[in-house]
Each structure stands twice: as C-alpha cells, then as structure tokens.
C-alpha cells in the first residue's frame, strides 16, 4: 500500500494568491507527482512504457514536462517568500 495519497486538491486558480503554505504544499504535491510519474517510465515498469507505444510515450512525457515545469515555477515562488521572510525578519 502506497504511504501518501498521490492526488490531493485542485491546483488553486491563481498560483500567484497562493498562500505561502499553499505554494510549499502545492510543490510537495506536484513533487509527488512528478516522481510517480516517472517512475513509471523506467526500472521494473519499463516493460510497461515501452507497450504502451510512442504516442502515449509521448504524451507521458509531456504530462512530465508540464509537471517539471510547475514544479520549478513553484520552487522559484517558496524561495522567493523565503528570501522576503529572511530580508523581513527583525535582526
């Protein structure tokens, strides 16, 4: 059995009135994603890529792409709070 639930809620409307912990949940989430996801191209489920034929390969990686994608804008936008939060803090 699986330790956590892969899907979770629906990715906000706006990324950018995220809340700081939503950005930071949103990128495990999408993290969790992308790593599953990938999973499934290659070790012991490469059987299962290699069938599945090159459009859907294809489409797998995309969704892949996207996925990487979501995840480096995310990461920019927690390290850019963090960044603001250090600069914000009282010395």
Same mark, same amino acid.
């Given at each position: 059995m699986a330790d956590q ?6 990715t906000?409307q ?5 809340a700081?912990?939503?950005a930071a ?10 790593q599953a996801?990938?999973?499934c191209? !290659?070790?012991d489920?490469?059987?299962? !890529?290699?069938?599945i034929g090159k459009v859907?390969?294809?489409?797998v990686m995309?969704?892949a ?5 979501e995840?480096?804008e995310l ?6 709070r ?10």
């Amino acid at each position: 059995m699986a330790d956590q639930i892969i899907a979770g809620r629906a990715t906000p409307q706006s990324r950018s009135a995220a809340a700081p912990t939503d950005a930071a949940d949103l990128l495990e989430k999408k993290s969790t994603q992308l790593q599953a996801l990938l999973k499934c191209c !290659f070790g012991d489920c490469s059987e299962w !890529f290699d069938g599945i034929g090159k459009v859907n390969r294809d489409s797998v990686m995309w969704v892949a792409s996207d996925l990487a994608d979501e995840v480096a804008e995310l990461s920019q936008q927690v390290l850019m709070r963090i960044n603001a939060s250090d600069h914000a803090a009282p010395m």
